[in-house]
Structures are given as structure tokens and as C-alpha cells.
């Protein structure tokens, strides 16, 4: 494969990493005798996930937007209460605080990091709760967020679904809120297929979501239930897949990081494409994002795809998502712009220079086309 010619094979924009470990150890566990549901391997997957980013706890659930509704059940939140989260999100969060019966009031982002502007903040005395969302792995401004949430006794819940591994002034992301909530599904650093994590250092949550994503109870095979649960539970067949995944997370955020710097250095310079500001020494980025002219993203994505390769837009700001049609009459600028000129590059682990080259040549070519003068020459 050439940087000058065709692909011929379609180039996803991100894909799951297996290595083979996932088919041994679950060959080996199935070999075992287990039982499939939640137990000992999800207790030691749990673990790890605690471990790898240094919270007392991790609890694992069916899947990141359940992680999210759960801790504002875990608070008691609920409706007649309201929830701040960003405009710019995947939908997942403010469906999830739809889900207790709260109200999601959005908020405009800043530019540098997409993450909340934690200047514009529209708190009332309803506000019981704010989501940080650390898109692509960048915290933004949480530090002050956090110290605006002590100072007026809101709840701060991190939705770090893109940012496991990711960190803010030396300090993990999904840490610095009561409770942090991850995604695993396929395209995330790690992955089960689907799932969600939720992490905390209070014992006091850490048991009520426990009995929450499990009918109410603390154990399984008692039927006493203290309080209202649900049926949120993990599996060991997904714990298994995470334990061969997390087991190698070293050379996977080695891996994003490398991809993420062969972008901007190719990219970098290249009138049409702009890069938000990345750390790489604290973030591990989900994707390779860039900024493109709103008027030109369409063109580009269908560029690419005829050259058989992948991208994806940024999500649409929340406010103009016709699901929340009519849902604030409030103005998000950043949010709005930003949300039409963002494109996702592909960003598999398991992509291969040749494969970058190709597409930052592509890249190149559509923003500045070789084109031939009329004597047949090169210019």
C-alpha cells in the first residue's frame, strides 16, 4: 500500500483491537465451567479498572448511559430537580438524566477543549447536579469546576466515557467528581462489546449502586430488598473480554497517543484543517479530531469515502437534535458552531503508517489539488 494510490480496502473510522488474548482467556474461562453471569471475573475486572486510574472503587454496569442515570439515583436525584450538562455531548447524557426523571438544562462549551464553560453556567436553586464531559479525553476546566460544585453544594458527576487513561494536572479523569462513568464499547480504548464503569472513592455510593444495578440488594441469591433496583448488571463473559483488553492498556494509550501526533504533524500547516489544542502528556485521545469550514465537512467526508475511507462528524449540538425540539430557547454559539465543522479521522489502534499516510495525503489533496495547466504540466 501506497500513499499515491487507492486503498484498496476500506479504512474504518475506528474499530475494536483484539489481540487473541480475548480467545484464549475465554476459551479457558468457558473450559471452566463458569456460570456466565456477574461474579468472580467481573469482581476482578472491577478491580483492575479501579486500580489502572487509582479510585477505591469500580462498579461495572450494562452500559455507560445506565452508569450515568444510577448516579443520579445513588444521589437521590430526581424530578423536580435539574441537571447542568454540556450542549455538546453525545445524547447518552442528557437521555440519562431524563431517565430519573431530572431535568437536563445544557450549557455552551469553550473552544479549546470542548468541554464545559464553566463561566456560563446557568445554575439555579433547582440545580442539583452538573455532568462534566471530558470530550476526547480533555478535562477542560474541571479543577474549578469541582471547587464551584463544593462552594455551592452541587453534585458533580463526570461523564469521562472518552477519557479512561486520560488525566488533568497529574490526576485521572472520572476521579475528581463523587462519581466518574465509563463506556466500553467498541470503539472505546478498551472494550466488551458494551458496558459501562462507574468509579467513586465513597463507600456510602459505592454500596447504593450496588444495590441499585442489583433489584435493590447488596448480594445476589436473597430476595430481601431494602429498596427500589433494577437489573443492571455486567457479565463475567464481558469481564473476561476486559480483563485481555486492560491487560495490554499501556501499549494501547502508547498506541492513540502515536496516532493522534503522526496527524497533527502531517496535518499541521495545512490551509483548511485545524487542531484543538491536546495535551498528550495527560490525554489519551479517542479519536484523531480535527476542524474543517463548515461549508467544505460534507465534501471532505465524501472525499474520503470514495478514496475508501472513514470518518465521522462530530455530534450535533443537543439544542438542534430534533429529539429536544423546543427544549431551551437558549443560545449556544461555541457549541453550535463547532458541532458543523468537527470531523473524526480513523483512529484504530490497529492502523498501520501506510495506512496515516494514505490519509493525510488524501487530506492534503482535497484541500490543495495538484492541477494541470493547459499544456499538460504539473503545476
Known amino acids: 500500500m501506497t500513499p499515491n494510490k487507492k486503498n484498496s480496502q ?15 482467556l475465554m476459551g479457558k474461562y468457558l473450559r471452566s465451567g463458569g456460570w456466565l453471569a456477574e461474579f468472580a471475573q467481573t469482581k476482578e475486572f472491577e478491580q483492575k479498572f479501579a486500580d489502572t486510574i487509582g479510585a477505591k472503587y469500580a462498579i461495572a454496569t450494562n ?22 450538562v454540556p450542549d455538546y455531548t453525545m445524547i447518552a447524557t442528557p437521555n440519562a438524566v431524563l431517565m430519573t426523571g431530572a431535568k ?34 480533555r478535562g477542560g476546566d474541571i479543577v474549578k469546576l469541582k471547587k464551584i460544585c463544593e462552594s455551592k453544594k452541587i453534585h458533580l458527576i463526570e461523564d469521562s466515557c472518552q477519557s479512561f487513561t486520560s488525566k488533568r494536572g497529574g490526576r ?7 462519581m466518574g462513568c465509563f463506556s466500553l464499547t467498541f470503539h472505546k480504548i478498551i472494550t466488551t462489546g458494551n458496558g459501562g464503569v462507574i468509579v467513586t472513592n465513597s463507600k456510602d455510593l459505592y454500596t ?46 502508547k498506541r492513540k497517543k502515536a496516532l493522534y501526533k503522526f496527524y497533527k504533524d502531517r496535518l499541521t500547516g495545512v490551509g483548511g484543517v485545524e487542531f484543538i489544542k491536546t495535551d498528550l502528556a495527560e ?13 467544505l465537512r460534507s465534501k471532505l467526508m465524501d472525499y474520503l469515502k470514495k478514496n475508501n475511507i472513514g470518518s465521522r462528524a462530530f455530534y450535533p449540538s443537543i439544542n438542534s437534535q430534533p429529539a429536544y425540539k423546543g ?21 484504530s489502534l ?30
Not at 490519509?359 to 495547466?373: M, N
Request: hydrophobic share 40%; proline share 4%; with cysteine.
Open 10 to 24: 476500506f479504512i474504518n473510522q475506528v474499530e475494536p483491537w483484539l489481540t487473541g488474548k480475548e480467545s484464549q
Open 63 to 84: 452500559n455507560g448511559t445506565v452508569a450515568l442515570s444510577v448516579c443520579l439515583m445513588a444521589l437521590g436525584i430526581g424530578r423536580g430537580d435539574e441537571v447542568i
Open 104 to 137: 437536563p438544562v445544557f450549557a455552551d462549551i469553550e473552544s479549546n477543549s470542548l468541554c464545559l464553560d464553566v463561566n456560563k453556567l446557568p445554575i439555579t436553586k433547582k440545580t442539583k447536579a452538573i455532568m462534566h464531559v471530558s470530550i476526547n479525553g
Open 172 to 178: 485521572f479523569l472520572g476521579t475528581f467528581g463523587e
Open 208 to 253: 447504593k449502586i450496588k444495590s441499585l444495578k442489583n433489584f435493590g440488594r447488596f448480594d445476589g441469591g436473597a430476595d430481601y430488598h431494602e429498596t427500589v433496583g433494577y437489573n443492571f448488571k455486567f457479565s463475567d463473559l464481558q469481564a473476561v473480554i476486559g480483563l485481555a483488553q486492560i491487560s495490554n492498556i499501556s501499549e494501547r494509550i
Open 283 to 295: 490525554t489519551t485521545p479517542l479519536f484523531a479530531d480535527i476542524l474543517v469550514p463548515i461549508n
Open 327 to 347: 427544549f431551551t430557547k437558549a443560545k449556544f454559539s461555541v457549541s453550535d458552531a463547532l458541532s458543523q465543522r468537527g470531523l473524526w479521522l480513523p483512529s
Open 350 to 379: 490497529t492502523l498501520k503508517e501506510s495506512d496515516l499516510e494514505y490519509i493525510c495525503d488524501k487530506i492534503k489533496t482535497f484541500f490543495h489539488p495538484v492541477r494541470s495547466s493547459p499544456n499538460g504540466s504539473i503545476r
